[in-house]
């Protein structure tokens, strides 16, 4: 049972270059999200999706696109990387939106040169 | 709007002591979960408390949930060297809020 796949796990872009981060689940889980990690800073949510065929902006949005593709993925896209996207992002799943405890992916390792 | 506070940062316990993190939130939570995540690894769900003034134990981590739902505890007796990393609380309401976390350190 794989839980939450992230592909890449290191990444390195060069300032404007894009890219696109996948997220995929097999525990049949409703609700997805994508955050990122920087040092001091906890995990801030970037967005999300609560159910297929939603998305929504979290706490840190701005320079990124979310897909909810199907139930199992959930890719976020990033059109014109920035210094400040360095930064170590996390996928997670969670059977409903709330109330129920995130399985996180292994994380991609993201540094904008 | 809704901030979940969690103190201390960081913290450094000699091997054999123990360990508390508090978790403290602006408003009434619907539930709080906890996380560890080990350095360079990726956060693992520890517990879900739902109730007031709930209590839960799993081998040496007590967790418990205040009665009026909006502070948190997670207790580690007898710290060892697999204690190592940081702990979140997660609280639940409409959202769920993360904390900041607690980075444990243990000195051999």
């Known amino acids: 049972n794989a839980g939450v796949t992230q592909t890449p796990k290191f990444q390195v872009l060069k300032t404007g270059q894009s890219m696109t981060l996948q997220c995929a689940q097999d525990m049949n889980h409703n609700s997805m999200y994508w955050y990122r990690q920087d040092p001091g800073m906890g995990l801030r949510l970037i967005y999300y999706s609560a159910s297929e065929g939603t998305t929504d902006k979290g706490e840190v949005p701005n320079g990124y696109n979310v897909s909810r593709l199907n139930k199992r993925e959930f890719s976020l896209r990033l059109e014109s990387a920035a210094p400040s996207q360095t930064s170590v992002y996390f996928c997670?799943?969670?059977?409903?939106?709330?109330?129920?405890?995130?399985?996180f992916g292994s994380g991609t390792r993201l540094t904008v040169v | 709007g809704q901030q979940v506070m969690q103190i201390p940062q960081y913290q450094h316990v000699q091997e054999g002591e123990d360990f508390t993190t508090y978790c403290n939130s602006s408003t009434t939570l619907s539930n709080i979960q906890w996380y560890k995540q080990r350095p360079g690894g990726h956060p693992v769900f520890l517990i879900q408390l739902v109730k007031s003034g709930e209590v839960k134990k799993q081998k040496r981590l007590t967790f418990q949930f205040g009665e009026a739902k909006k502070n948190s505890s997670l207790h580690i007796t007898a710290t060892q060297t697999t204690d190592v990393g940081t702990y979140f609380c997660a609280g639940g309401g409409d959202k769920i809020i993360f904390g900041k976390g607690t980075r444990l350190h243990i000195l051999p």
């Open positions: 997670a799943s969670s059977a409903e939106y709330s109330g129920h405890g995130y399985t």
